[in-house]
């Protein structure tokens, strides 16, 4: 079988493995609610009807508003500051390398001035919260809302309120809370290892230091060898560098030993197939406009 002649299959996360549940908004909406709510909290439960009801009294826009604003937000902070503002980047190597006076990659480069008197993100916990205030202001700016809980009386009193709703988003999507597995996943990774034990199973992703925690939280650890997240790895998919150097180089495999798997044809297949990996896309919709190839759930690895 093709398995039988690899040593290190490779699976992206987000769409492959799992998916945000009910969506991103969803749960950026639920921690806005949880902190200007004295009567809820991210415990409680509430049908939805008694949640429009505290949206509409807080006036917290709706979780497809948040969701349109998030993704403009992840576009414009991904353009400026790729990679979840990773200090660990190959650019940035590069200028620490030509400076005895850098600062190493574990302490990040001091902030640099973002617009509208911001400071720029220097990692990935920054980035994400300038990504929350930004989607949260811009969301409530659309819809005509005042951004303020009902306790703030001051800008300096708003800033703290959104502090500590992203301090809830922060640590809720790196928990199984935010998260859901496609049906056929544990089965087929505990059929795989079972099958062929020979094989390494990796999650190469994209991804903040938080896919660690994550693939713990979702029970997943037992089926995994290797993860590898981009910010760590200072580089993201589609790069070559990312698939040879961190990933088949942690793994002490050579690219065409490998398998790597995901939903994304340019970063997933056509960067791994450019590093010299063996690359399916995974086409959950199954569609006839499926790529030559591809499968639709990730059971059919069992049958390669």
Same mark, same amino acid.
């Given at each position: 079988s093709m398995l039988s002649s690899l040593r290190l299959l490779s699976l992206d996360f987000t769409g492959t493995l799992a998916s945000i549940v009910p969506s991103p908004g969803y749960h950026y909406r639920l921690a806005l609610l949880c902190t200007v709510s004295p009567e809820f909290d991210e415990g409680a439960t509430l049908n939805a009807a008694q949640l429009e009801?505290?949206? %509409?009294?807080?006036?917290?826009? /709706?979780?497809?508003? #948040? !969701? %349109? /604003?998030? *993704? &403009?937000?992840?576009?414009?902070?991904?353009?400026?500051?790729? +990679? #979840?503002?990773?200090? *660990?980047?190959?650019?940035?190597?590069?200028?620490?390398?030509?400076?005895?006076?850098?600062? =190493?990659?574990?302490?990040?480069?001091? @902030?640099?001035?973002?617009?509208? $008197?911001?400071? /720029?993100?220097? +990692?990935?916990?920054?980035?994400? $919260?300038?990504?929350?205030? &930004?989607?949260?202001?811009?969301?409530?700016?659309? +819809? $005509? *809302?005042?951004?303020?809980? /009902?306790?703030? =009386? @001051?800008? $300096?009193? !708003? !800033?703290?309120?959104?502090?500590?709703? #992203?301090?809830?988003?922060? &640590?809720s999507f790196a928990t199984e809370r935010c998260w859901r597995l496609f049906g056929e996943v544990r089965h087929t990774l505990a059929e795989l290892k079972r099958l062929q034990p020979h094989l390494r199973i990796a999650v190469a992703s994209n991804f903040d230091q938080r896919l660690h925690r994550l693939l713990n939280s979702l029970q997943l650890d037992a089926y995994i060898d290797l993860a590898l997240d981009s910010y760590s790895a200072g580089v993201a998919k589609p790069h070559a560098d990312f698939f040879v150097e961190h990933l088949c180089r942690a793994a002490e495999v050579s690219p065409h030993e490998t398998l790597h798997v995901g939903d994304h044809l340019s970063k997933d297949v056509e960067g791994a197939l450019g590093a010299g990996l063996q690359a399916i896309h995974l086409d959950r919709s199954g569609g006839s406009n499926s790529s030559p190839g591809s499968i639709s759930s990730l059971s059919e690895l069992l049958f390669l």
């Amino acid at each position: 079988s093709m398995l039988s002649s690899l040593r290190l299959l490779s699976l992206d996360f987000t769409g492959t493995l799992a998916s945000i549940v009910p969506s991103p908004g969803y749960h950026y909406r639920l921690a806005l609610l949880c902190t200007v709510s004295p009567e809820f909290d991210e415990g409680a439960t509430l049908n939805a009807a008694q949640l429009e009801e505290l949206a %509409r009294t807080h006036h917290v826009p /709706s979780a497809d508003s #948040f !969701d %349109r /604003s998030l *993704f &403009e937000q992840m576009r414009r902070c991904s353009a400026t500051f790729p +990679n #979840f503002a990773s200090p *660990f980047s190959s650019s940035w190597r590069t200028v620490a390398a030509s400076s005895p006076h850098a600062h =190493s990659p574990s302490q990040p480069q001091p @902030s640099q001035q973002y617009s509208e $008197g911001r400071s /720029s993100p220097r +990692n990935s916990h920054e980035w994400w $919260g300038l990504v929350f205030r &930004e989607t949260v202001r811009h969301c409530h700016s659309r +819809n $005509g *809302f005042p951004l303020s809980s /009902s306790s703030s =009386s @001051s800008s $300096g009193d !708003d !800033d703290a309120w959104l502090d500590r709703a #992203f301090a809830q988003c922060w &640590e809720s999507f790196a928990t199984e809370r935010c998260w859901r597995l496609f049906g056929e996943v544990r089965h087929t990774l505990a059929e795989l290892k079972r099958l062929q034990p020979h094989l390494r199973i990796a999650v190469a992703s994209n991804f903040d230091q938080r896919l660690h925690r994550l693939l713990n939280s979702l029970q997943l650890d037992a089926y995994i060898d290797l993860a590898l997240d981009s910010y760590s790895a200072g580089v993201a998919k589609p790069h070559a560098d990312f698939f040879v150097e961190h990933l088949c180089r942690a793994a002490e495999v050579s690219p065409h030993e490998t398998l790597h798997v995901g939903d994304h044809l340019s970063k997933d297949v056509e960067g791994a197939l450019g590093a010299g990996l063996q690359a399916i896309h995974l086409d959950r919709s199954g569609g006839s406009n499926s790529s030559p190839g591809s499968i639709s759930s990730l059971s059919e690895l069992l049958f390669l």
